[in-house]
């Protein structure tokens, strides 16, 4: 399953463990190309050391307006890429768009994150998506740790950095108890806090219950948050409706991949002033004195205030993405312009993989256990 000789296209977080992923599919032969997937998702020293210290082409930095970072994806695709990784399905958007033209030189890609497989299974059920996606958000290897432990911290790491607040004792609201709400939860319930969490969907409200959380619609939580933390994938979970009963000084921030789970447009419009009170802090005072902070410019605080997941996590999370590249550089001919699973073998031997670096050892099957377990016959 060998990349080389291919141009890769990747729009990610541009941080440390993204640089060892992008130059490691470099060393195995690829034309790799870089851009942020997030005008605030850059750490600059990385852009630069890639840069300068590597000889990568990278096109990202921190604080970049959406016309940089529009320019910069596009720079990202003058490469041609023959294979793209994506997360949150921009770079896919703008081939499928207003680069279209490139559409007949691109075998496939991988999707990162919930955001992005959402619009890529939208683009599949229209019939507008072109090439195959492998959908390495949902790979057992990349979901059940980087969304739920990884995120889990991640987005602790940023909140704590960017307000420097106390978490123990507060109320603590999470929208959304996916597998990154479900993480975020759990590692807010560890810091002390009283965590309650808003659901849409009747499984998830019911998993919430049983994990020991207390499920509330978003309009009655809201009025007794001092954190909100949206973790949806979907838009206006905090909105105008919501916010004249926050009470005052409540931190809202978003861990899901756009800038519109909080309703910036809504504040704008509500707020009287709006200030810089912390570097990664906006304060917005609304008619009756109130005041709302906003963290991150309601982006992915995660990674914009803080440093991203551990490298424990993404060792794993990368590992898909390595051997997804190429599965699909081997085997994109054969496959329909369709939104794929990682191959199980796949999740199986970066598990493998990880085990072996852990040093950890686990026990195997007999042959008389493979019959059994494989026999309808059998029973006590």
Same mark, same amino acid.
């Given at each position: 399953?060998?990349? *080389?000789?291919?141009?890769?296209?990747?729009?990610? $977080?541009?941080? @440390?463990?993204?640089?060892?992923?992008?130059?490691?599919?470099?060393e195995a032969g690829a034309q790799v190309r870089l851009?942020?997937?997030?005008?605030?998702?850059?750490?600059?020293?990385?852009?630069?050391?890639?840069? =300068?210290?590597?000889?990568?082409?990278?096109?990202?930095?921190?604080?970049?307006?959406?016309? =940089?970072?529009?320019?910069?994806?596009?720079?990202?695709?003058?490469?041609?890429?023959?294979?793209?990784?994506?997360?949150?399905?921009?770079?896919?958007?703008?081939? $499928?768009?207003?680069?279209?033209? %490139? %559409?007949?030189?691109? /075998?496939?890609?991988?999707? =990162?994150?919930?955001?992005?497989?959402? *619009?890529?299974?939208?683009?599949?059920?229209?019939?507008?998506?072109?090439?195959?996606?492998?959908?390495?958000?949902? @790979?057992?290897?990349?979901?059940?740790?980087?969304? /739920?432990?990884?995120?889990?911290?991640?987005?602790?790491?940023?909140?704590?950095?960017?307000t420097n607040l106390l978490i123990a004792g507060r109320?603590?609201?999470?929208?959304?108890?996916?597998? +990154?709400? /479900?993480?975020?939860?759990?590692?807010?319930?560890?810091?002390?806090?009283?965590?309650?969490?808003?659901?849409?969907?009747?499984?998830?409200?019911?998993? @919430?219950?049983?994990d020991g959380f207390e499920v509330l619609p978003m309009?009655?939580?809201?009025?007794?948050?001092?954190?909100?933390?949206?973790?949806?994938?979907?838009?206006?979970?905090?909105?105008?409706?919501?916010? !004249?009963?926050?009470?005052?000084?409540?931190?809202?921030?978003?861990?899901?991949?756009?800038?519109?789970?909080?309703?910036?447009?809504?504040? =704008?419009?509500?707020?009287?002033?709006? /200030?810089?009170?912390?570097?990664?802090?906006? &304060?917005?005072?609304?008619?009756?004195?109130?005041?709302?902070?906003?963290?991150?410019?309601?982006?992915?605080?995660?990674?914009?205030?803080?440093?991203?997941?551990?490298?424990?996590?993404?060792?794993?999370?990368?590992?898909?993405?390595?051997?997804?590249?190429?599965?699909?550089?081997?085997?994109?001919?054969?496959?329909?312009?369709?939104?794929?699973?990682? !191959?199980?073998?796949?999740?199986?031997?970066?598990?493998?993989?990880?085990?072996?670096? %852990?040093?950890?050892?686990?026990?195997?099957? +007999?042959? &008389?256990?493979?019959?059994?377990?494989?026999?309808?016959?059998?029973?006590?």
């Open positions: 399953m060998s990349v *080389r000789g291919l141009r890769i296209g990747m729009a990610l $977080h541009v941080e @440390a463990k993204t640089g060892v992923l992008a130059l490691s599919l470099r851009a942020s997937c997030n005008p605030l998702s850059t750490d600059d020293s990385v852009a630069a050391a890639l840069a =300068e210290v590597h000889g990568l082409d990278v096109y990202a930095k921190k604080w970049q307006t959406n016309e =940089e970072y529009y320019a910069n994806l596009n720079k990202v695709l003058d490469l041609k890429p023959d294979l793209v990784i994506d997360d949150g399905a921009d770079l896919v958007f703008l081939l $499928h768009t207003k680069r279209a033209d %490139l %559409l007949k030189g691109v /075998r496939g890609g991988n999707e =990162e994150t919930t955001t992005g497989v959402i *619009r890529l299974r939208a683009m599949e059920r229209d019939g507008a998506l072109r090439f195959p996606i492998i959908d390495v958000n949902d @790979a057992q290897m990349k979901h059940f740790f980087d969304n /739920r432990y990884g995120t889990g911290q991640s987005t602790i790491d940023g909140l704590m950095t960017a109320t603590f609201v999470v929208a959304g108890y996916g597998w +990154t709400g /479900r993480g975020i939860a759990m590692r807010a319930r560890g810091m002390g806090a009283r965590v309650i969490v808003t659901e849409v969907d009747p499984v998830k409200a019911i998993e @919430a219950t049983m309009q009655k939580a809201c009025r007794i948050a001092d954190f909100i933390i949206s973790a949806t994938g979907c838009k206006d979970i905090v909105t105008a409706a919501h916010f !004249p009963g926050l009470k005052d000084q409540v931190v809202l921030g978003n861990a899901g991949h756009f800038d519109n789970e909080v309703s910036k447009a809504d504040l =704008e419009r509500l707020a009287k002033s709006k /200030r810089r009170v912390r570097e990664f802090v906006e &304060e917005y005072v609304l008619a009756d004195g109130k005041r709302i902070h906003l963290v991150a410019e309601g982006r992915l605080l995660n990674i914009a205030a803080g440093q991203g997941h551990p490298v424990e996590i993404m060792d794993m999370s990368f590992a898909i993405q390595a051997v997804s590249a190429g599965y699909l550089a081997e085997h994109a001919a054969e496959l329909k312009p369709r939104v794929y699973p990682v !191959p199980q073998d796949l999740d199986l031997k970066v598990a493998r993989l990880e085990l072996n670096s %852990l040093g950890i050892k686990i026990d195997r099957l +007999t042959e &008389e256990q493979r019959a059994y377990l494989d026999s309808w016959r059998e029973g006590t």
